[in-house]
């Protein structure tokens, strides 16, 4: 299985109800992924509740059965929809996979 860990770090909101709106747009988009993806073995998604220096905004956490199938979920079109929204307020990312 491979271990796919996403973190992002988002720009700054101008209201809390901008931020709220987006985090709702990003939980929509994510929503039942792993029911369109067969890919996935596993799909959790997160928003950071610390807050600090270190702090990434949220988080992707996927299990895939192995790196042929990593890329096929990279490549999917409803991957590729939530990348999108992602990519409306990130400002960096960090990404890891590894086999477990």
């Given at each position: 299985m491979i271990?796919?860990?996403?973190m992002f770090k988002f720009k700054a909101f101008g209201s809390e109800e901008e931020k709220k709106n987006y985090?709702?747009?990003?939980?929509?988009?994510f929503d039942g992924l792993e029911t369109k993806i067969d890919e996935i073995k596993f799909l959790q998604i997160g928003f950071d509740q610390l807050?600090?220096?270190?702090?990434?905004?949220?988080i992707v956490n996927v299990d895939i059965e192995n790196l042929n199938a990593l890329s096929v979920y990279a490549q999917h079109p409803d991957h590729a929809k939530a990348i999108e929204v992602i990519k409306e307020m990130a400002i960096d990312q960090k990404v890891i996979d590894y086999e477990f």
């Open positions: 271990k796919h860990i996403a985090h709702n747009r990003l939980i929509e988009v807050k600090s220096e270190a702090s990434y905004d949220f």
